[in-house]
């Protein structure tokens, strides 16, 4: 564990060296890399996708300026979100634009799988499966991994409350760790996994939803 | 749900603390007992193990021209000011 972290940790040394330097290239990769999450987190506080844009301009300002004072001790790509998310509250708040908590991750209580799926109390012992899950290990792969089921995910993500979805993204899209994540996005552990579960189990639902039409009877 | 045993229902909520390694010792044993003899359970946790794998095939969008454009204005910009 501790190889790939070093390993990561002197790309990442490198890199910000050569940005310090005004490599062009190095840029480039930076912002095709992490711009378009830092997009649609802007988008999640501010009024529109312009503004959102200008959001994210400001962020790579915020970065150049503040590149030499990077030290390393969160990862770069986590140091650029936050000033991102920082830069797009204020400007959401500047806007008077205040988007209630529920909008953004969802209803609280909401449950992630059918309730009517399990028994009820007096049905035995209540809470076990009174309809099976698939078993989706029995789906061929080329039709799980098939065009259509990855447009599903897409599709899926894209109906998810804004923040469940960059949670998601950035963990299973993207690859970060949990605590990336919870740095970058300003979130308490437990409110990023209760985000990352319902998130997932939206993507989940909405799969076995296209995966059963097809598997039925 | 009688005693320490867990009931589907828990299970189904806690999957993703399972699969994050973020459940205590304790309630990691009662759910890895409870998913090797509950069937449903286990195809459960299966669904979401591929859910996670389907997500993990795709890849993130592109900054439009217009913006990457107008970024690499701003990096120049900066550069100037820096002598560089």
């Known amino acids: 564990m501790c190889r790939v972290g070093t390993q990561a940790a002197i790309e990442e040394s490198a890199l910000v060296e050569r940005l310090r330097a005004g490599d062009e290239a190095t840029f480039l990769e930076l912002i095709d890399r992490l711009g378009p999450t830092m997009l649609r987190v802007a988008k999640m506080y501010v009024s529109s996708a312009a503004v959102a844009e200008e959001v994210v301009q400001d962020a790579w300002l915020g970065v150049l300026r503040g590149i030499d004072r990077f030290e390393g001790r969160a990862s770069l790509r986590t140091w650029v979100l936050r000033i991102v998310t920082n830069i797009a509250k204020t400007r959401g708040k500047r806007e008077g634009r205040s988007v209630p908590f529920a909008t953004l991750s969802g209803a609280e209580d909401e449950p992630t799988w059918d309730p009517s799926a399990f028994t009820q109390h007096g049905e035995g012992s209540g809470g076990s499966w009174a309809s099976m899950p698939v078993d989706w290990s029995g789906i061929p792969e080329d039709r799980l991994l098939a065009e259509e089921s990855m447009s599903v995910v897409q599709g899926a993500i894209a109906g998810l409350p804004p923040m469940q979805a960059a949670v998601l993204r950035l963990r299973d899209v993207m690859g970060w760790s949990s605590q990336e994540v919870r740095n970058a996005l300003e979130l308490s552990e437990t409110n990023q996994r209760v985000l990352l579960h319902r998130a997932r189990a939206g993507v989940r639902r909405a799969v076995n939803d296209y995966l059963e039409t097809g598997t039925s009877g | ?38 069937d449903g359970c286990d195809r459960t946790v299966e669904q979401y193990r591929l859910t996670i794998r389907l997500t993990g095939r795709l890849t993130e969008d592109q900054l439009s021209a217009p913006v990457r454009d107008a970024l690499l204005e701003a990096f120049r910009g900066w550069k100037r000011v820096r002598d560089l």
């Open chain 2, 1 to 38: 749900m009688i005693g320490n045993e867990m009931s589907c229902r828990e299970i189904v909520d806690l999957v993703t603390e399972y699969l994050e390694d973020a459940l205590s010792q304790r309630e990691r044993t009662r759910f890895e007992e409870h998913i090797a003899g509950c």
